[in-house]
């Protein structure tokens, strides 16, 4: 496999604001402490983190939206007005169907074609849902992203999205939330396992990067990106030049 060139961006964003994930406990997620900005401002922080790894795709986790609460749709939309170098704009908003991704996608007009909706394995209600969140026939369904989500080994799964690959999209993000934000480094494995479910997916990795020896891992691994915060803002990871 080819080493992963390819960095996705990410903020996480909880009431406006830019937080530093640490292990997926959400509840104690506070603003970010960067060494690249002095802001928590979500846009001055995406710019930032777009600039220095030169990434045309942005990852945001709604944080309001994966607890229960509402989607931030203003801010989503600012993000998207301001970031016009930024080919597609990945949304986790903890979407439990098709429906909830649709209404999105519609309530931001025109820069709606820009979202990407990433459906969680930890938010997906059922099987039902799962088969019409990839519906090829549909634009957003031909673009979405699955999420396979596990904590401390376990699969954040009530629709039973690891155990059914043929429903899979082409895309795959494998989540191990634990290592998000804790430098202990990629879960490999589990991408190497979800590799010889899908032989023929683009897959994603999320969690744990600490270096550039890290990305050379995961290709190695089988992942053609991975997601990255932690090691942006702590400058683990050299600046990238287009």
Same mark, same amino acid.
């Given at each position: 496999?080819?080493?992963?060139?390819?960095?996705?961006?990410?903020?996480?964003?909880?009431?406006?604001?830019?937080?530093?994930?640490?292990?997926?406990?959400?509840?104690?997620?506070?603003?970010?402490?960067?060494?690249?900005?002095?802001?928590?401002?979500?846009?001055?922080?995406?710019?930032?983190?777009?600039?220095?790894?030169?990434?045309?795709?942005?990852?945001?986790?709604?944080?309001?939206?994966?607890?229960?609460?509402?989607?931030?749709?203003?801010?989503?939309?600012?993000?998207?007005?301001?970031?016009?170098?930024?080919?597609?704009?990945?949304?986790?908003?903890?979407?439990?169907?098709?429906?909830?991704?649709?209404? %999105? &996608? *519609? #309530?931001? =007009? /025109?820069?709606?074609?820009?979202?990407?909706?990433?459906? !969680?394995?930890?938010?997906? $209600?059922?099987?039902?849902?799962?088969?019409?969140?990839?519906?090829?026939?549909?634009?957003?369904?031909?673009?979405?992203?699955?999420?396979?989500?596990?904590?401390?080994?376990?699969?954040?799964?009530?629709?039973?999205?690891?155990?059914?690959?043929?429903?899979?999209?082409?895309?795959?993000?494998?989540?191990?939330?634990?290592?998000?934000?804790?430098?202990?480094?990629?879960?490999?494995?589990?991408?190497?396992?979800?590799?010889?479910?899908?032989?023929?997916?683009? %897959? &994603? *990795? #999320?969690? =744990? /990067?600490?270096?550039?020896?890290?990305?050379?891992?995961? !290709?190695?691994?089988?992942? $053609?990106?991975?997601?990255?915060?932690?090691?942006?803002?702590?400058?683990?990871?050299?600046?990238?030049?287009?």
């Amino acid at each position: 496999m080819p080493v992963p060139t390819q960095l996705i961006a990410v903020i996480d964003l909880l009431g406006g604001q830019v937080v530093r994930g640490v292990r997926g406990d959400r509840h104690a997620y506070r603003p970010i402490v960067s060494a690249l900005c002095r802001s928590s401002e979500p846009l001055t922080v995406a710019r930032v983190l777009c600039e220095h790894c030169a990434a045309r795709r942005l990852y945001v986790a709604d944080l309001d939206a994966l607890m229960g609460g509402t989607l931030q749709v203003g801010v989503l939309r600012a993000l998207l007005q301001g970031l016009p170098d930024v080919d597609e704009l990945w949304v986790d908003g903890g979407f439990a169907d098709a429906d909830a991704a649709v209404a %999105l &996608v *519609g #309530a931001l =007009g /025109l820069d709606g074609d820009r979202v990407v909706p990433v459906f !969680g394995s930890e938010s997906l $209600s059922s099987r039902d849902a799962l088969v019409r969140c990839f519906d090829r026939g549909s634009a957003l369904g031909a673009r979405a992203v699955l999420s396979l989500d596990r904590r401390d080994g376990v699969r954040l799964d009530a629709a039973g999205c690891w155990d059914a690959p043929s429903l899979w999209p082409q895309r795959v993000i494998v989540m191990t939330l634990e290592r998000v934000g804790s430098g202990a480094g990629p879960d490999l494995q589990t991408l190497r396992d979800v590799r010889v479910k899908a032989p023929n997916a683009t %897959l &994603v *990795g #999320a969690g =744990g /990067l600490r270096s550039q020896a890290d990305l050379v891992l995961a !290709g190695e691994a089988g992942a $053609s990106a991975w997601l990255v915060a932690s090691a942006l803002h702590d400058l683990q990871i050299p600046r990238v030049h287009r």
